[in-house]
């Protein structure tokens, strides 16, 4: 019954829909946000005021999912997880988040992969930009040869290129930038470079004064 719900609502008017989402599965979406033609069902949902997902977006079995004020995810995106619930995979692991968080202004573009089996955290003002990308949190540990996970973060005012694989365990600082086609595979701190490569590694030191890194509206016309 509730997979009949949850398909039937796509096709109510948003003001209904928001309405429903919030009763039956009590989900906190702000009346200034909006999700289109887009099959969203985490377990908990917060939009936050002017946030968006758009359509064609996928996103399920993940326990939370929190667009801050602003936020956006665009259209065609397929975004996935593991439930805590599980009895077969991931039960070592009894800190996993598998929740997708998505900073203040910031921005998940078209048409890309992102599995949130453990925690993805994108901080404010960032931008996931081009298209087919991919953040994968979990593969197989070969030397244990058992299902693994681990969390991914991106800070404040990075910028991601296109085609870019963010594995599990890796992070971004802020004010980054990642060159298309790399692979982040790897914690990095220091910020105000562009990181670049198979596997990423710093490149080139960027000047604090690029207007990308102060300004105070994330969409950039």
């Not at 829909?17 to 009346?31: A, N, T």
């Not at 801050?68 to 995979?89: C, D, E, M, V, Y």
């Not at 404040?156 to 692979?183: E, M, R």
Request: net charge positive; glycine share 6%; aromatic share 12%.
């Amino acid at each position: 019954m509730k997979q009949l719900f949850m398909l039937l609502s796509l096709f109510l008017p948003w003001l209904i829909r928001r309405w429903l989402l919030e009763i039956v599965f009590g989900y906190q979406i702000h009346p200034t946000s909006r999700i289109g033609f887009a099959w969203v069902f985490p377990q908990y949902l917060i939009m936050e005021a002017h946030s968006s997902i758009g359509h064609f977006t996928v996103c399920k079995s993940l326990d939370f999912v929190h667009l801050k004020q602003s936020a956006a995810i665009g259209r065609g995106n397929w975004i996935t997880g593991f439930p805590l619930n599980s009895t077969i995979h991931f039960t070592h692991e009894i800190d996993r988040k598998p929740q997708l968080v998505l900073g203040e202004h910031s921005a998940i573009t078209n048409r890309h992969l992102i599995d949130c089996t453990n925690s993805v955290i994108i901080g404010n003002f960032s931008t996931f930009a081009g298209f087919q990308s991919q953040i994968l949190s979990h593969s197989i540990d070969l030397e244990s040869c058992r299902q693994s996970s681990a969390p991914i973060s991106i800070g404040n005012y990075c910028f991601i290129g296109t085609n870019c694989v963010l594995l599990g365990n890796s992070s971004l600082p802020d004010y980054s930038v990642l060159g298309a086609k790399s692979l982040l595979n790897k914690k990095y701190t220091d910020s105000y470079y562009l990181y670049a490569g198979v596997p990423a590694r710093p490149i080139k030191h960027l000047s604090k004064q690029l207007l990308y890194f102060s300004r105070p509206v994330g969409f950039v016309n």
